[in-house]
């Protein structure tokens, strides 16, 4: 069902999108994609090794660490089912905390402006992505085309 653009309004929600188990594996797979080398991205052995593990804010113990485009990708992935896979314009995320592998994360957004840029209809938004128990992980803006 298309809504049209008139009907949405500042302060509007983007329904939400949850990622219910952050996948130790798929973090593997991506840090071979990304040739990334840390293994707090897949070694849980390294991990628990780490001096700081226990003076961390968060139980950390054996958990591998999110990579960072794996994390805005839950975000992206709810203004994708939103607005459809080419109506996100700019984007920007500051990584406050991690997300580790288990997490059920819940990615959310508000819309803050709306505007007109040459012909399109454009939303600016707040997003987030957040924790049950340790609140918001990441956060940043988004513009986003409506009905692309």
Known sequence: MTVPVESYQVGDCIPPWEMKSVSAEKMRTMAAILRDPNPLHWDRDAVAA?????????KLGRRTINQGPLGLSYIINMLHHWMGPECVKR??????QVVLDEDCVVARGTITALRK??????ADCEVWLEHAERGVLLQGRATVQLSV
């Not at 780490?50 to 968060?58: H, M, R, W």
């Not at 984007?91 to 406050?96: A, G, L, Q």
């Not at 840029?117 to 454009?122: F, I």
């Open 50 to 58: 780490l001096p700081v593990v226990d003076t961390l804010p968060f």
């Open 91 to 96: 984007f920007y995320i500051t990584f406050p």
């Open 117 to 122: 840029e040459g012909n399109r209809q454009l």
